[in-house]
């Protein structure tokens, strides 16, 4: 394995950690719903984005007004995601909603390049993405053996949590492709996360209040917009440079697992001897990724352009 792609896996799974720790983080603002929190985390979080990338984005200005419509595509994803995210993990508990929305992702995330890209999945692709699927189908079963009122707002949850991992998939894709098309790191997650930032300050502003309530509701907004949002996603445009949106979205796997852990130590969720069944085999996911390609060769006529990612910046 090259550097370059284990250091790329490697901060895609720190992401991954940082990632995990939102759900449980969320329930310290009881009063602050689902949307607020949202709109909170990614909005802030997508506006520092594009602030630290102000040089980057002047300058590859060009380039993104050719690219407008993928840009645009990429910013309305990263405004649906927190939204359905938040309120999957709200109607479906931390552990299940994380699990659906970021199990769900690599399949998404797979099929966009196959079918815009036309790159072949891999065999160990394939493997990783079944592997996943039946971890996440695992933890589920674990929730709806629990009590019936938490089993009744399940289903809208999962659902959400499709929803959640379809555009998860689709920003981390758009991202990915600017970066092909020879547009920066920092002028793709810049553009994309900014503009979807921009359009998440509406909804703050229509459901934040009650994250200026209290100083421990704030606190909460901030954590979430800094650390697991701003910092988290520096370093999966990091990781995006160097692997491809399909084995990004399949290594954050690792998210639902730390969000389940923390939602059992933390929280107070209850999971079962298969959700920790599930967890294992998520676990195995990020073990035959880290040995094996998410992608097979693309035929010379069908390759999208490499990546040309500068050095810095």
């Given amino acids: 394995m090259s550097r370059s792609r284990l250091a790329g896996l490697g901060a895609i799974t720190a992401t991954s950690v940082l990632w995990g720790t939102t759900g449980t983080a969320a329930t310290f603002a009881p009063g602050a719903g689902p949307l607020a929190i949202g709109a909170s985390a990614l909005g802030i979080g997508g506006l520092l984005q594009a602030l630290i990338a102000v040089p980057a984005l002047r300058s590859a200005w060009p380039g993104l007004r050719a690219n407008l419509r993928l840009v645009l595509l990429g910013a309305a994803a990263v405004a649906v995601y927190p939204l359905a995210f938040y309120s999957s993990m709200h109607l479906a508990g ?71 991992g379809g555009t998860y998939a689709t920003y981390s894709w758009v991202a990915h492709r600017l970066m092909g098309q020879g547009l920066g790191r920092a002028a793709s997650m810049g553009s994309v996360f900014g503009a979807g930032g921009a359009l998440l300050l509406p909804v703050l502003l229509a459901t934040g209040g009650p994250l200026l309530a209290s100083s421990g509701a704030f606190a909460v907004a901030a954590y979430m917009a800094l650390v697991p949002m701003f910092l988290g996603y520096l370093l999966f445009g990091f990781g995006l440079a160097r692997v491809p949106a399909s084995t990004a979205t399949t290594v954050t796997l690792a998210e639902p697992a730390i969000a389940t852990v923390l939602a059992v130590l933390v929280v107070g969720e209850r999971l079962t001897s298969i959700g920790w069944t599930g967890l294992a085999v998520i676990a195995l996911v990020l073990a035959v990724l880290a040995i094996a390609p998410a992608n097979s060769a693309a035929p010379a006529s069908l390759a999208p352009p490499s990546p040309r990612v500068p050095a810095a910046g």
């Fill in 94 to 164: 931390v552990a299940v909603g994380s699990v659906v929305s970021l199990a769900s992702a690599p399949l998404a995330s797979g099929l966009l390049e196959r079918l815009v890209q036309r790159r072949p999945l891999s065999r160990w692709w394939m493997l990783a993405a079944a592997l996943g699927i039946i971890g996440s189908v695992l933890l589920c079963l674990s929730r709806l053996a629990g009590p019936a009122e938490a089993a009744a707002s399940t289903p809208a949850g999962m659902a959400l949590g499709l929803v959640a």
